[in-house]
């Protein structure tokens, strides 16, 4: 996952191109649905080609993608207790 979480910041960050991204997580995904049935980081890879489906078909602009990407790699944090 720690992989995964990586080249999402990379992307989000301006390291790499979204092609780069692209073409990196299409192979990254596929090696992980062939060796997990289950679990989080198959959910993880679910939900980001989800994204970039929806990314994709909605034209959806560079800064909406990037959003989307960083709530998966870096989920909002959980609300104090007492607040």
Known sequence: MNDL???IKAYTGG???RDEFSLWF???AREI???YSS???LEMVFEIEG???ESSSGGWSEADLIDELE???VPEPVAQAGK
């Open 5 to 7: 979480i990586s080249k």
């Open 15 to 17: 390291a790499i191109s």
């Open 26 to 28: 299409f192979t990254f």
């Open 33 to 35: 649905e062939r060796e």
């Open 39 to 41: 679990g989080p980081l």
């Open 51 to 53: 994204i970039l489906a």
């Open 71 to 73: 709530s998966v790699a």
